[in-house]
């Protein structure tokens, strides 16, 4: 099941890159047998003698520690601070019935990307180079491709940014503002449930009435 959700969220990421090929045949299922052919190749070298030390190099650079870290701080961030943490309680709100307690929205804002930053500064500070059993240490272009496998996943974010930032027309601060600002609106209210379908129901949080919120369920 895991392998599925990883690859319909890499091959879903990747067609939504290209809109234009939405309408071709059989696309999904040619990304797909693409992906998967990709991954078989590059697994192939996992199960050879020495494969234990390539899947210890992949596991330690590009699938756990600073990579996740610096992708959950991020995420924190955007989700808190640029599309809004009490917007993001409000979208809760409509899909579980009540709104979510508000430690939460301070976790998203302020706990969470503290803590992850700060185990990533300690992460980096007590860096030592990669071993396999505490005997054989990798050599120095194995560190190399480690270190490629990690930041070929953390500066997505940072190069996206700076991309953006340049493309973008007038002062830097114009260009900021534009870009950080929710694209939600009045042009996405045809993907809510019509005036005429909807019944509005009772919070069912057990907190004050300030925590209670009416949502909308559609009774199609």
């Known amino acids: 099941l895991l392998q599925f959700v990883g690859v319909e969220g890499f091959v879903t990421g990747i067609l939504d890159l290209f809109p234009g090929t939405r309408y071709m045949r059989f696309q999904r299922e040619i990304a797909v047998a693409i992906c998967c052919l990709l991954c078989f190749i590059i697994d192939l070298s996992m199960v050879t003698q020495g494969g234990m030390y390539v899947f210890q190099l992949f596991d330690y650079y590009s699938a756990s520690g600073m990579t ?55 992460h980096l500070l007590n860096y030592k180079p990669l071993t396999y059993n505490n005997v054989y240490v990798y050599p120095w272009w194995g560190e190399v491709i480690g270190w490629c496998l990690a930041l070929s996943s953390m500066l997505c974010i940072p190069v996206s940014l700076v991309y953006k930032l340049s493309g973008a027309k007038g002062t830097f601060r114009e260009r900021w503002d534009n870009l950080t600002k929710p694209v939600w609106g009045n042009h996405h209210l045809e993907y809510m449930a019509p005036d005429t379908d909807i019944k509005s129901l009772a919070s069912l949080s057990p907190g004050t009435e300030e925590n209670k919120v009416i949502i909308f369920e559609s009774v199609m």
Do not use: H, N
């Open 68 to 122: 996740l870290l610096w992708q959950a701080l991020w995420e924190c961030v955007v989700v808190a601070w640029v599309y809004g943490a009490d917007r993001f309680m409000d979208d809760i709100a409509r899909m579980i019935g009540y709104r979510p307690f508000p430690w939460i929205k301070w976790c998203w804002s302020f706990i969470t990307p503290c803590v992850c930053m700060g185990i990533f500064i300690f």
